[in-house]
């Protein structure tokens, strides 16, 4: 069997929760998180992971405060963008396939799983075709799990640079996805490889830093994560 993506072991069956308690205590890690690390913690954005869930979810965790929520599958996200409420804004947070992007490109507010240059090239063209300019972040492998996608560090200045030139994207910044080991040296080491490389971006500055989830999202934000994906400490059991 395959081994389950990051989204799939952050994600959740039921929605038998307190979500505003789940909300707070959230929060108050990443709080506590940044005054550690001397930073604050309204510079770390929270994106709600939905996956397993439904519209139902989405439209309670809205009403709590959250707009930004990560999907990880097209065919499970559709039904749900369609029925969230507009000022949703959609993440797409899992590997995407090229012959899904045309039913995904006029909902999707930031592509955080972009992860190799012919997925860029087609993600142009399309987005071109609707006359927008696609926010991107480009995904680096920092650990070496065969199934995880994702561009290898030493291809990231490269890669990033021949997103940038594509009229049709718009590069943003970074994501990464720690190890499965539940090593935490080795999560750091992970964020902390993906923190350099994005530091070393050639200008104009990116802004995005996205990495940890439930299990990890302090270790992200001492190593300078800007935007951690958090679903089972928000929505789990």
């Not at 039921?14 to 550690?36: H, I, P, Q």
């Not at 075709?129 to 070496?144: D, F, I, N, Q, Y």
Request: charge should be neutral.
């Amino acid at each position: 069997m395959a081994a389950a993506s990051g989204a799939e072991r952050d994600g959740f069956r039921g929605c038998s929760v307190s979500l505003a308690d789940n909300l707070a205590r959230v929060r108050e890690r990443l709080e506590k998180a940044a005054a550690l690390a001397g930073r604050r913690a309204t510079d770390v954005h929270l994106v709600a992971v939905t996956k397993g869930c439904g519209v139902e979810m989405v439209r309670a965790l809205w009403e709590l405060g959250l707009c930004d929520f990560g999907e990880s599958r097209v065919q499970e996200a559709l039904p749900k963008l369609a029925a969230a409420p507009p000022e949703v804004r959609w993440h797409l947070i899992g590997h995407l396939q090229e012959n899904k992007i045309n039913k995904i490109l006029p909902w999707v507010h930031l592509l955080q799983s972009l992860d190799s240059l012919p997925l860029a090239r087609a993600l142009d063209l399309r987005a071109q075709r609707l006359g927008r300019r696609l926010p991107v972040l480009l995904e680096v492998k920092t650990s070496a799990e065969p199934s995880k996608h994702g561009f290898a560090p030493e291809a990231i200045p490269e890669a990033y640079a021949t997103v940038a030139a594509l009229p049709g994207l718009e590069p943003q910044g970074l994501m990464t996805m720690a190890p499965w080991s539940g090593d935490n040296d080795a999560v750091r080491r992970s964020f902390a490889q993906a923190r350099r490389l994005f530091e070393a971006l050639p200008p104009p500055a990116p802004r995005l830093l996205s990495m940890g989830m439930s299990d990890d999202l302090e270790i992200a934000v001492e190593e300078g994560a800007t935007m951690v994906r958090v679903g089972r400490a928000l929505v789990g059991a």
